[in-house]
């Protein structure tokens, strides 16, 4: 015999109880379970803190099998309904936040179930919206919020930093006042933070509105004329300063990566979310390279160096073909790469003897002339033949 929602709802929880459940999950009609899954959900929702854990697992065991045919509204109200309940199985919560976006996106907004290493396996593999509503959850930990901004779209940055919940640690910060150097959208989302440091706010004023300059100097009791003297005299000399990012972007690889050490993957990704910064400081590291001299190899005609340099370190074939394509996209001027080229470029990867590769980089190292490059390669390439 089928149980109503109001029985379902109405009567205490038992073991025989839970095999009609589980019956009528198999047999029921699409409709009926709709409502099934409905009437399951609601129980888990309001009376969880009544429930086993051995119920509850199975519950949610019965949902998860029911989710995969109801309707996408139906997933959604479900979500929505599980979304604030404390004493749901994490393990279903974690399903639903990995469903499509408008199922997820209750459960990533509002659910404390979610741990982090959780969240982080959604930021790195599910879609912009899934890190958006991410950006907006109540509580967004230091670890996040920096996986979030490694992303780089400016979507997901400009809601992270909108949300005064979320802790953005000190070097993820720098890094972000740095960028918005450049773009727009962060710098009054910055301004408005509770947690900028002052001297961030300092440094911000050089190249932010008239009217956030205001704020900055409102909200943080700074001298405007002494703000303006120092203004005048740091673009007098900004001829002679270096990169504004470089200081940045190191502190925020080292917290991407929990320490200096990077892995051609996380290069990689650098260069597919246009973080060009943050791809320089790292590909630096993981070749053994000066910052200095990260642009001249990378961004030479031709390729040779860049070549060169991966296959010292010993980078498998596949890594480097996605940092020469990729690198060439970003370089200033013609971003075209032709399949020629490319091929040209991975016939000299293979050709080219580890051992030999790196007695040619560490020649470079000594004297960063590219002929010398040329010419080493050259002769190794004769050697070899």
């Not at 099934?36 to 969880?48: F, R």
């Not at 803190?49 to 109801?70: N, P």
Request: charged share 30%; net charge negative; proline share 4%.
């Amino acid at each position: 015999m089928k149980l109503t929602k109001n029985e379902l709802w109405g009567r205490t929880m038992t073991k025989p109880k839970i095999r009609d459940l589980a019956t009528m999950v198999k047999h029921d009609s699409a409709a009926s379970q709709d409502h099934l899954a409905e009437s399951i959900a609601e129980l888990l929702s309001n009376q969880g803190d009544t429930l086993s854990d051995r119920e509850k697992a199975l519950m949610a065991g019965m949902l998860r099998q029911l989710l995969a045919d109801v309707e996408l509204a139906i997933r959604s109200r479900l979500a929505e309904k599980l979304s604030s309940s404390a004493d749901v199985p994490p393990e279903l919560i974690e399903f639903l936040a990995n469903e499509d976006i408008d199922v997820a996106r209750p459960v990533l907004v509002n659910s404390t179930l979610l741990k982090d290493e959780v969240l982080l396996e959604i930021i790195r593999h599910r879609t912009l919206e899934h890190q958006l509503a991410i950006a907006m959850r109540k509580s967004v930990s230091e670890q996040i919020s920096s996986a979030l901004v490694e992303q780089g779209h400016e979507r997901v940055i400009v809601t992270l930093l909108e949300n005064q919940n979320a802790e953005i640690s000190k070097k993820t910060m720098a890094y972000l006042v740095e960028q918005s150097r450049r773009v727009d959208s962060y710098q009054n989302p910055i301004v408005e933070r509770r947690d900028l440091p002052s001297e961030l706010a300092e440094r911000m004023y050089a190249w932010v509105s008239d009217v956030l300059r205001e704020k900055v100097v409102d909200r943080f009791g700074l001298d405007r004329h002494a703000l303006d003297r120092a203004l005048a005299a740091s673009r007098a000399e900004s001829s002679h300063a270096g990169p504004p990012t470089t200081a940045a972007a190191a502190a925020l690889v080292d917290e991407v990566n929990q320490g200096p050490q990077v892995f051609p993957a996380q290069v990689i990704e650098f260069l597919r979310d246009g973080e060009i910064p943050l791809f320089e400081e790292a590909f630096a590291r993981l070749i053994g390279i000066k910052n200095e001299l990260v642009k001249r190899l990378i961004y030479e005609p031709g390729g040779e160096g860049i070549a060169i340099a991966c296959r010292s370190s010993g980078m498998q074939k596949s890594d480097f073909a996605s940092i020469f394509i990729l690198s060439r996209q970003a370089r200033p001027g013609d971003q075209s790469v032709q399949q020629g080229e490319v091929r040209r470029v991975l016939d000299l990867y293979d050709r080219l003897e580890p051992s030999a590769a790196r007695s040619l980089f560490e020649d470079w190292q000594r004297n960063p002339q590219y002929i010398v490059l040329r010419n080493g390669l050259k002769a190794a390439l004769a050697d070899a033949a």
